[in-house]
């Protein structure tokens, strides 16, 4: 990132993301030990799974992969928009809109008629149980964790973006009344955490507040960088950073406050304080943090047909996902799927749709 207010790509961030996603793929490896729909496994047979003693930071904990999205995504919006100060609502809206409504439409739609399969097929769905026609309505708005829920349903993952919408919108409203800048994104995030008093109160609460910091994370990054020689931001991230993970091994317990709002925002700003100095994972971490999209929402689908094939041909699947072969297998197919995907579904569907919504939205927004 230059000291110019340029929304440069960062390819330690991306990197980052790309980090998470694989730790989200790996919480979600216990849906193949799931039974039947909402019968989880439980904590005291996830050793089951292979090389848990190497992964169990991830097999126990990855479900914090979406928190550190959370906080990816307030630092990316901040670099995106930290010069797009004048962008107008309809454009705001179809840059969002295209990038994340197309391939969640036609996963949701994939997801449905797998668990009718399903259903039909050997006698129960899969993994997530409330598979019905309210909450396809739900998951249809993007509207499937906004407190009208029953629990998870259909591509159950969207979950959380599903919340991050209405983020966006608050993020918006803050762009067009106050800029960004490190004061006002200081001031934001701590109206946001006197609003919702708290992270603890919901789900949609901690979204906002992590979504803020790593804005805030950004803006201090940038106040740094621009200010002082380039090697101080570097230096202050790796000293904090260092700091958080001696404290965390002292402890030697897995404590979700210090790693959410402390360590990741660390991890987040040292990533993109070292690329300031060269340090740089390169365009290839470009290419994996593309590809993170589809492998969130498509991860389910292809483990929900699989447990249903297996289970029509009475295959015992569980003794299958023990084997170290089919977990890498599992993980191969997603990540290279999820790469054809964006090249071939996610970019051009993203401008079909944007040509189609700036004609549409053209005399609504005059």
Known sequence: MSHTRTATT????????????????????????????????????????????????????????????????????????????????????????????????????LIALLQIFSQYAVGHQQIYPFNDFYHFILNIFLASHWGFQKGYSFNAPIWSVSIEIITYILFFAYLKTSGIRLCSALVWLAVIYVAFQGPDTSSFAQCTILFALGGLVHELHFWINSRAPKWISPLGAITLTTSLLVYLYVKGVWNPTAVVFALFPSLIWLAASVETIGLSSGRISEVIGNTTYASYLI?????????????????????????????????????LLSHFIFENVELPLKGIIKIWLNQKLFKWAA
Do not use: C
């Open 299 to 335: 991860h389910v689908p292809i483990q929900v047909a699989f447990m249903t094939v297996a289970d029509l041909f009475l295959i015992n699947r569980i003794d299958i996902a023990k084997t170290p072969i089919f977990f890498f297998f599992y993980i191969a197919i997603v990540l």
């Open 10 to 109: 960062i390819f330690n961030v991306d990197f980052l993301r790309g980090i998470a996603a694989l730790a989200v793929l790996v919480w979600h490896y216990q849906h193949f030990f799931y039974p039947s729909a909402g019968d989880s496994l439980a904590v005291a047979d996830r050793p089951l799974q292979p090389f848990y003693p190497s992964l169990r930071w991830l097999y126990d904990y990855g479900a914090n992969g979406v928190q550190f999205f959370w906080v990816l995504s307030g630092f990316v919006f901040f670099h995106a928009y930290r010069s797009r100060e004048n962008i107008s609502f309809k454009k705001f809206f179809i840059n969002r809109f295209s990038r994340l409504y197309p391939l969640h439409f036609i996963t949701l739609l």
